[in-house]
C-alpha cells in the first residue's frame, strides 16, 4: 500500500519560487497516475497539476499555467512540483496524491486513493 508524504512548503515573498517534494514508500508510483492539490482556508480542495501515462497527458489548471511544473523520478520514486512566479492567491496546503493509472480520468480530488497529510505553503509580503 503506497504512502505518500510531502515536504517543501514554507513561506515565501510574491514573486519567490519553492518546489515541493512527494515521496511514496511501500509502492512504485510507475503505474500510477499523480497530482498535487491544494486547499485554501473556506475553499475545497482543488488540482493544481496531473499526471497519467495512462492518459498520456498533463493538467494544469489555469491559475498556475506557465508557473508551475510537475516532474517525476522513478529511481527516487518520487514526484515534484516546481513553483514559480507565486501569488498570495497560491496559499494553501499543498497535497499529494496518486491513484492506479487505469482508475484515473480527470485531475479531480474524488478521483485520487492515496494521499499525503499535507504541506503549508504561505506567499505574502
Known amino acids: 500500500q503506497v504512502q505518500l508524504v510531502e515536504s517543501g512548503g514554507g513561506l515565501v515573498q510574491p514573486g519567490g519560487s519553492l518546489r515541493l517534494s512527494c515521496a511514496a514508500s511501500?509502492?512504485?508510483?510507475?503505474?500510477?497516475?499523480v497530482g498535487w492539490f491544494r486547499q485554501a482556508p473556506g475553499k475545497e480542495r482543488e488540482g493544481v497539476s496531473c499526471?497519467?501515462?495512462?492518459?498520456?497527458?498533463?493538467y494544469y489548471a489555469d491559475s498556475v499555467k506557465g508557473r508551475f511544473t510537475i516532474s517525476r523520478d522513478n529511481v527516487k520514486n518520487m514526484v515534484y512540483l516546481q513553483m514559480n512566479s507565486l501569488k498570495p492567491e497560491d496559499t494553501a496546503v499543498y497535497y499529494c496524491a496518486a491513484v492506479l493509472s487505469y482508475k484515473f480520468r480527470h485531475c479531480d480530488y474524488y478521483a485520487m486513493d492515496y494521499w499525503g497529510k499535507g504541506t503549508l505553503v504561505t506567499v505574502s509580503s
Open positions: 499526471h497519467s501515462n495512462t492518459i498520456g497527458s498533463t
Open positions: 511501500g509502492g512504485t508510483l510507475a503505474h500510477r497516475a
